[in-house]
T-cell receptor
Framework: EPEVTQTPSHQVTQMGQEVILRCVPI?????FYWYRQILGQKVEFLVS????????KSEIFDDQFSVERPDGSNFTLKIRSTKLEDSAMYFC????????????????FGPGTRLTVL | KQEVTQIPAALSVPEGENLVLNCSFT??????LQWFRQDPGKGLTSLLL?????REQTSGRLNASLDKSSGRSTLYIAASQPGDSATYLC???????????FGGGTRLMVKP
């Protein structure tokens, strides 16, 4: 069964460093998402991406964050200068198509990347 | 802005018991509602998805209901097993876009 994959499973970085989290969405999916979950807190939406541009983003997704689909398979989240509060589990998700009403199909989640900022 | 609340935050039951997890949401224009399972330190496993036009969905021992008018959903687990121990997340998808709003989860422990 197709699945969303994420690498690495755990990333440790120093404060102020740049990190890139990688995701391979399900191959026929067109919509891609990033979420994060700080330890002990709710999962929070960061950004959605379609047709090579951001569709929606939350207030969390500030100028320190960027997303990219560098090739036909990968979807990346870049944090330019990491802060201690960026430590969290980051989930990538993808979905297939939008319905005629402009809404979205079921999202499928990857296993997550645990980011630890020291 | 959609907000999703789950009660109780934690629940411990003996094996074999039937149980109900509750979820409430503030925006009745919800497009669909989904229940996920999350094991400690792990990813999110989708259990059931209810479209806004539906009232319930069933999968095995799981049954989820959706009442848009009251802003509530329930997840019913029949004949609970120790392997059901996990955190259960209620997630609403809004009508205007593709953002999911997660509840805080119910941490379930099923004791043998």
């Amino acid at each position: 069964e197709p699945e969303v994959t994420q690498t690495p499973s755990h990333q440790v970085t120093q404060m102020g460093q740049e990190v890139i989290l990688r995701c391979v969405p399900i191959s026929n999916h067109l919509y891609f998402y990033w979420y994060r979950q700080i330890l002990g807190q709710k999962v929070e939406f960061l950004v959605s991406f379609y047709n090579n541009e951001i569709s929606e983003k939350s207030e969390i997704f500030d100028d320190q964050f960027s997303v990219e689909r560098p090739d036909g398979s990968n979807f990346t989240l870049k944090i330019r200068s990491t802060k201690l509060e960026d430590s969290a589990m980051y989930f990538c998700a993808s979905s297939e198509v939008a319905t005629l009403w402009g809404t979205w199909n079921e999202q499928f989640f990857g296993p997550g990347t645990r980011l630890t900022v020291l | 802005k959609q907000e999703v609340t789950q009660i109780p935050a934690a629940l411990s039951v003996p094996e074999g018991e039937n149980l109900v997890l509750n979820c409430s949401f503030t925006d009745s224009a919800i497009y669909n509602l989904q229940w996920f399972r999350q094991d400690p330190g792990k990813g999110l496993t989708s259990l059931l998805l209810i479209q806004s036009s539906q009232r319930e969905q069933t999968s095995g021992r799981l049954n989820a209901s959706l009442d848009k008018s009251s802003g509530r959903s329930t997840l019913y687990i029949a004949a609970s097993q120790p392997g059901d121990s996990a955190t259960y997340l209620c997630v609403g998808a809004n009508n205007a876009g593709n953002m999911l709003t997660f509840g805080g989860g119910t941490r379930l422990m099923v004791k043998p």
